[in-house]
């Protein structure tokens, strides 16, 4: 499909001048830059040349909707006015402090986040993303417990750091796990390709949780300090917890001494259509983790919300640990900046509405015509396509921890058309900004609904 290019891009870029510089910097990425989770010589980087609102422009100047957030981070878009004026004053003020100093810019992101967070959670610990937030937050398990083993999910994701990436439950673990980081791995709900056998939610829940207190009273409670969860877990699928299994977590933890640890990383900040995912289910985590959304990922930025009993075990006592750029002065001018304009603009309310109303609707009906779609599960800006190769078999259309020719052309039909998506092996997620619009979601479901035609031809009886 051809698009008629603009001649200038929304910074201010001629059309020649951001090719230009487009394949200088593919040219000195592919010399010089070393990427994550990739063989670096197998990468073919699309370069990103501008953006702005819901959209990206490529190295060739093609504008592309961005249904993927990039890492579903830009809850807010991308190049927000309000926020990059608020970077911009704060450059212009003070750039940096060191994390033992008072400054504005930190204390009012840490009040602004207080404020949205769950009763008796007052304190707020920055850290610069959130695989540290993580990291943190099992320390502080660690040491207000006395305890050391984590319980995590498996189809997770926590993080590339130490802990953090043995917290995770998918392939990118694998080869950083020497079997000594105290996890243990249990299976979550996932009703679709149910671990338990289950034929209904209210099943689920309760044979998931019945694990769950199997896998904690085999491991021994007493050596258990943690279970760590996302809320609803992001790149593994975005699971939606059946009604009474986050409740019922909590009530675990309380009757063996454990701290629940949320993991908000992507699920927070409006992602579902409610400030935090825990709001849906009215329960209290102790720690609960935060990142990308905080600040729509313009400056780096993620931390740990911090339950006031948990807090007062460091009131008289040191907190072993800390970070040069905890609550850096940009970042949290940036977190001050979004929340206050997803506030203003309503945007946690547009996702709510746009997933009720238009997302979930469109991606259903889209359901319905192609053979290729398994299952459509997801709420607010946060909803996962299910591709498989037989709906009867639940096979899916990329083997688990993999990629396959089919994904690979519906992620090239998408592109072609002008939908960026983001995908993870046999899934794909469509994550637009809370403040998309209705147009804006119709058009890349148009897209998406003619770039599944790929998919149904690897379809088979
Ligand atoms: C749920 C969750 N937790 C933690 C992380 C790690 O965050 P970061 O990449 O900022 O370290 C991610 C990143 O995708 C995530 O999705």
């Not at 001048?17 to 593919?26: F, I, K, N, P, W």
């Not at 279970?227 to 992001?234: C, F, M």
Request: glycine share 10%.
């Amino acid at each position: 499909m051809t698009q008629t290019l603009d001649s200038t891009l929304p910074n201010g870029l001629s059309l020649d001048q951001a090719r230009q510089d487009a394949a200088r910097a593919y040219d000195l990425d592919r010399a010089h830059v070393f990427h994550s989770w990739s063989a670096q010589n197998t990468l073919n980087p699309m370069v990103i040349t501008a953006s702005e609102g819901s959209y990206v422009w490529d190295g060739d100047g093609r504008r592309l909707l961005d249904f993927s957030c990039q890492l579903v981070n830009t809850n807010i878009g991308h190049q927000h006015p309000k926020v990059i004026a608020a970077i911009q004053q704060q450059a212009a003020k003070l750039c940096t402090v060191a994390p033992q100093h008072g400054n504005d810019a930190r204390s009012e992101a840490a009040r602004l986040i207080a404020e949205i967070a769950p009763a008796g959670h007052n304190k707020v610990f920055f850290t610069n993303g959130g695989a540290d937030a993580n990291e943190h937050a099992v320390r502080m398990a660690r040491l207000h417990t006395g305890k050391y083993k984590v319980l995590t999910r498996y189809r997770s994701y926590h993080g590339g750091t130490e802990t953090a990436i043995n917290m995770t439950g998918d392939p990118r673990r694998w080869p950083n796990d020497h079997g000594n980081a105290g996890m243990v791995h249990f299976f979550g709900p996932f009703l679709y390709r149910s671990h338990f056998h289950s034929e209904n939610e209210q099943q689920e829940t309760e044979r998931a949780l019945a694990h769950l207190d199997e896998v904690i009273r085999l491991e021994g409670a007493s050596t258990i300090a943690a279970i760590v969860l996302e809320t609803i877990p992001g790149t593994a699928g975005i699971m939606i917890p059946p009604p009474g299994y986050l409740a019922g977590v909590r009530e675990l933890c309380d009757r063996y001494g454990i701290i629940m640890i949320v993991d908000e990383v992507m699920a927070g900040f409006g992602r579902s259509g409610k400030w935090f995912s825990v709001d849906h289910f009215g329960v209290a985590p102790d720690l609960m983790t935060f990142a990308k959304g905080v600040n729509s990922g313009y400056v780096p930025l993620g931390g740990v919300i911090i339950s006031d009993p948990i807090a007062e075990t460091f009131g008289n006592h040191a907190y072993p640990g800390g970070l040069t750029y905890s609550g850096h002065p940009l970042a949290t001018a940036a977190a001050v900046a979004t929340i206050t304009a997803m506030r203003d603009e309503k945007m946690v309310e547009n996702a709510a509405d746009i997933g009720e109303r238009v997302l979930g609707p469109g991606l259903r009906e889209i359901a319905e015509r192609h053979p290729s779609v398994g299952e459509v599960r997801g709420i607010g800006v946060f909803w996962a396509v299910e591709l498989v190769v037989n709906r009867a078999t639940k096979e899916p259309l990329a083997p688990y921890g993999g990629t396959s020719e089919a994904m690979n052309a519906v992620v090239a039909e998408c592109k072609s058309r002008g939908l960026l998506p983001f995908t993870n092996f046999n899934r794909v997620h469509v994550v637009p900004p809370c403040n998309v619009t209705e147009e804006q979601v119709r058009d890349g479901l148009a897209i998406f609904d003619q770039a599944l035609d790929a998919a149904d031809r690897f379809c088979k009886d």
